[in-house]
């Protein structure tokens, strides 16, 4: 590669970036590495090479427990640390490339050499412009507009660096006693980092997790059900305080399943999956480092497949009781639920006078149009309901002809109309002995499937009906604005080719739009009654002494969260002369690394 300009080198660094963010990391780093041996004395192409073999370290660690890939950590993280202090030389003043050494360094050697960069870096009175010298800056997003907003992340950011670093450092100065001299030694400790640490998510975990550990201790053979209520207690605590949090939310559900509270445990893992914005696991999971996943999104990943795993196994026990513990009477007592009791189940979930839903509202609707389902205009506060599709299509041509063109009357087939369904399939309702209003569910062979396993194996929880309508009127929105751009490349000649693909396009549009923003009476009532059902189910299951009475051994615990002393992570502490050994053998590992 010829030199040119720095204004070229920054192009080409993005470039690198794009590829390296499409999968391409070997091609990328090989790029980067060049692009850095072309260009000795720019700062940006030493730090992009710096932070793509430190991101290939990590992947080499956390992927591979082979030696040879650990080997290739090591000499990655040393190229890393060469690269970035290579930047450092040419721009001391930089907060950005101070805090990816820092990286670096954390990720290499002993945490105080990291804490000292890290330092550095907030320390810096005279910083240049954060942008200058990482490619990096506005290529997957917005990014802060002004100097001064990019000064600010980047100190927020070692600052951030710094903190979990202390925070690291004490969790694994604490798990080290633990290994050395057992959870009775490193409990006051971890009782005082999370003291300490009341904004660290991990550093309150870290009580749970030593207190598990030692009750897990105790005599194998005892039952620790009693026990395991002070670690659910700190873990309930911390989950109140990180609600996004999903390796808090493992950690508690994991727990909850152990002590056979199933629902709250399914609740719990529904919860985590629906997190909108969750934690880096690895800024929260004890120990450091075990959660696999190369970035925070593989991470997520993992925790997800944990969540769905547990959920699987709670439909699998329940599914177990149903079929082999219940009696024919009692798994008939499930099959039909009063309707005022629905309505309070309803009730609890939009606690409001008057209710903004009622169960018999939607019954009345069923009895007066033979339809269980409707649509509203999601371009209005009109409160019709509209039964059948071609009466919204109706209005909205009438009443709404700047968003929704009249045209579009014309060019749909009468069969993309679609009709109301009468039924509520599955179902049926009456009266029970003592003149109470009951759905009853139809006697089938997958019954407990039916009733109890949703998408993807999950139990679905209720909603506000309100918020499902907004969901709704947001959904017809988006694709109302699709078909009108189409509508707006429609020739007025629909003969032609190009015309008839356009107007099919717009008739699938269509048949989407009334699938997706229909609101169905029936999907309203049937999630309440699994969802009332599903508590009634899963508090039988914690009452039933067969149950109950069961006791929780070392070997329970160890099934569900791992034996922590045979799956031994490595603390920081203990890898500190194999730190010391990368540092010494840097040539011979970049030597191997070009030979591959």
């Not at 080997?71 to 990655?76: K, L, Q, R």
């Not at 929260?284 to 996943?293: L, N, R, V, W």
């Not at 990368?582 to 191997?592: C, I």
Request: aromatic share 6%; proline share 5%; with cysteine.
């Amino acid at each position: 590669m010829a030199k040119s300009g720095a204004v070229n080198v920054r192009k080409v660094a993005r470039e690198v970036l794009l590829q390296d963010h499409q999968g391409q990391h070997a091609a990328a780093l090989q790029r980067a590495d060049a692009l850095a041996v072309d260009h000795p004395t720019s700062a940006l192409a030493h730090r992009l090479a710096g932070v793509l073999h430190l991101a290939a370290a990590i992947r080499a660690r956390r992927d591979a427990a082979a030696s040879t890939e650990q080997n290739m950590a090591g000499a990655h993280l040393n190229s890393a640390r060469s690269g970035l202090s290579a930047a450092k030389r040419l721009v001391p003043h930089c907060v950005d490339i101070a805090t990816a050494l820092g990286d670096a360094l954390a990720e290499s050697s002993p945490h105080r050499e990291a804490e000292v960069e890290y330092g550095r870096a907030l320390a810096i009175s005279a910083p240049l412009d954060p942008a200058k010298h990482n490619a990096a800056y506005g290529l997957y997003g917005p990014e802060p507009t002004s100097m001064d907003q990019r000064l600010m992340w980047a100190r927020a950011k070692a600052q951030r660096a710094l903190d979990l670093l202390r925070i690291a450092a004490e969790v694994d100065h604490v798990l080290y006693i633990f290994r050395r001299d057992g959870a009775h030694a490193a409990r006051p400790h971890a009782k005082r980092v999370a003291e300490r640490f009341p904004g660290s998510a991990r550093a309150q975990l870290l009580e749970a997790y030593m207190d598990l550990q030692f009750f897990r201790g105790l005599d194998a053979a005892s039952d620790k059900r009693a026990c395991l209520r002070r670690p659910l207690a700190s873990v309930d605590r911390a989950a109140q305080s990180f609600p996004n949090s999903a390796t808090i939310a493992a950690f508690r559900a994991k727990l909850l399943f152990l002590l056979g509270e199933y629902d709250a445990a399914e609740r719990e893992c529904s919860r985590a999956l629906d997190l909108k914005i969750p934690h880096d696991p690895d800024e929260d999971c004890i120990p450091p480092g075990s959660i696999s996943g190369a970035d925070p999104s593989a991470r997520l990943v993992s925790l997800s497949r944990l969540f769905h795993e547990l959920v699987t196994k709670i439909l699998g026990l329940a599914e177990d009781y149903w079929n082999n513990s219940m009696t024919a009477q009692r798994r008939s007592d499930f099959m039909s639920v009063r309707l005022e009791t629905l309505q309070e189940e309803y009730n609890k979930v939009v606690p409001s006078s008057p209710p903004t839903f009622t169960i018999s509202a939607a019954l009345s609707f069923l009895k007066e149009h033979k339809s269980r389902r409707f649509w509203v205009c999601p371009l209005c506060d009109d409160s019709m309901k509209h039964t059948d599709t071609a009466s919204l299509l109706d209005h909205l041509c009438s009443k709404h002809k700047k968003e929704v063109f009249p045209r579009l009357k014309s060019i749909l087939d009468p069969k993309d109309v679609l009709e109301g369904d009468g039924s509520f399939g599955g179902v049926t309702y009456g009266r029970d002995s003592d003149q109470h209003d009951i759905m009853r569910f139809k006697p089938r062979n997958d019954i407990f499937k039916w009733m109890f396993c949703g998408p993807n194996r999950r139990i679905v929880a209720p909603k506000p009906f309100a918020e499902m309508r907004e969901e709704k009127c947001k959904t017809g929105i988006k694709f109302l604005g699709i078909i009108k751009k189409k509508l707006t490349t429609l020739p007025t000649d629909t003969s032609s080719t190009k015309s008839a693909m356009i107007i099919f396009e717009i008739q699938e549009e269509w048949l989407t739009f009334v699938q997706r923003s229909v609101l169905d009476y029936r999907q309203v009532i049937l999630t309440l009654a699994r969802s009332l059902l599903w508590g009634e189910l899963t508090k039988c299951m914690a009452q039933d002494p067969k149950v109950s009475a069961q006791k929780i051994s070392a070997a329970d615990i160890d099934a569900i969260f791992g034996n922590a002393t045979e799956d031994h992570v490595t603390t920081a502490i203990e890898e500190e002369q194999t730190k010391e050994k990368d540092h010494k053998s840097a040539d011979e590992l970049k030597a191997e690394l070009h030979q591959v």
